[in-house]
């Protein structure tokens, strides 16, 4: 089982930045790949951002290309997602998960944390 708890979410102003960070129980976090999802009022929850175990490669969601980053210290049991120039649009309640590989599906998640970006 692998635990997770989202930390970092906020109020701030669009253009501002915001680090959020995912901290994963277990001993076999550097086996396991992460990703960043995000779930706004009244809409779906959507995928922002994925690395994999080894942290050699990441994707992204077309709409955070450019602004949002993704990386993880498996030394530290610690995934991060560093969001710059937010958008109101970005306002949403953000979750890590996790997979057993690169492909699967996603087993585990965190119960989230807040941004809001206002205008």
């Known amino acids: 089982q692998v635990q997770l708890v989202e930390s970092g979410g906020g109020l701030v102003q669009a253009g501002d930045s915001l680090r959020l960070t995912c901290a994963a129980s277990g001993r076999t976090f550097s086996s396991i790949a992460m990703g960043w999802f995000r779930q706004a009022p009244g809409k779906e929850r959507e995928f922002v951002a994925a690395?994999?175990?080894?942290?050699?490669?990441?994707s992204y969601a077309d709409f955070v290309k450019g602004r949002f980053t993704v990386s993880r210290d498996n030394a530290k049991n610690r995934m991060f997602l560093q969001m710059n120039s937010l958008k109101p649009e970005d306002t949403a309640v953000y979750y890590c998960a996790a997979r057993w590989d690169d492909y699967g599906n996603y087993e585990f998640w965190g119960q989230g944390t807040q941004v809001t970006v206002s205008s």
């Open positions: 690395i994999r175990s080894s942290g050699g490669r990441t």
